[in-house]
């Protein structure tokens, strides 16, 4: 059984991503394995704990993904799949939080770069927290980890997965927000 590493945890973009690769791909046997971030995958495929990495590489709002391209630029691999996914950011706030109370947001970068029009216009005096997924954002939140006074950009499922509530969905600043996610092995 082959397994796959991907950016993020459950409930993340890439998560959907992968499992729509490895469709496409006709990848049945094999096990998704929540790697976080690309340097991760990297790491894991260069020991052979994955045998795959599913990673974003360009957002069609927020450009490259800068991650995956410092981490894979002097690195020689091979692209098995494409797949683009369309993105629609959400933002939640822990229940029983007053929305009026929130002080800052925290999301992956491209998340934050995704959004920062819509956020200026409907939520003007957040800070911006960056952090290293947008579903572990999610989890951050829900488990504490983050101030009550956070609110979280992750994907409609994430969110739910926590159980968090939903304030605001649909905030990327273009109803055309896509990413780029590649299936790839090294070479």
């Keep these: 059984m082959d397994k796959i590493g991907y950016m993020g945890i459950p409930g993340s973009f890439s998560e959907v991503a992968a499992n729509e690769l490895l469709a496409e791909a006709g990848m049945t046997e094999t096990e998704l394995v929540p790697l ?5 995958i990297l790491e894991a495929m260069q020991k052979g704990d994955v045998q795959y990495g599913v990673l974003g590489v360009e957002n069609s709002t ?7 391209v410092h981490t894979f630029e002097n690195i020689s691999y091979e692209k098995i799949g494409v797949y ?5 950011h959400c933002m939640f706030k822990k229940p029983g939080v007053d929305t009026a109370s929130l002080k800052e947001v925290a999301s992956h970068p491209q998340a934050l770069r995704q959004t920062v029009h819509t956020r200026k216009a409907k939520f003007p005096n957040l800070a911006e927290h960056e952090i290293e997924d947008t579903a572990i954002g999610a989890e951050m939140l829900a488990k504490g980890t983050l101030p009550e006074t956070t609110a979280a950009i992750c994907s409609a499922r994430a969110g739910k997965l926590w159980n968090l509530e939903m304030i605001a969905e649909n905030i990327e600043d273009s109803s055309e927000n896509r990413t780029t996610f590649w299936l790839l092995k090294l070479a």
């Design 36 to 40: 976080v971030c690309a340097k991760n």
């Design 84 to 88: 683009v996914l369309p993105i629609h």
């Design 62 to 68: 927020a450009g490259p993904v800068g991650e995956f």
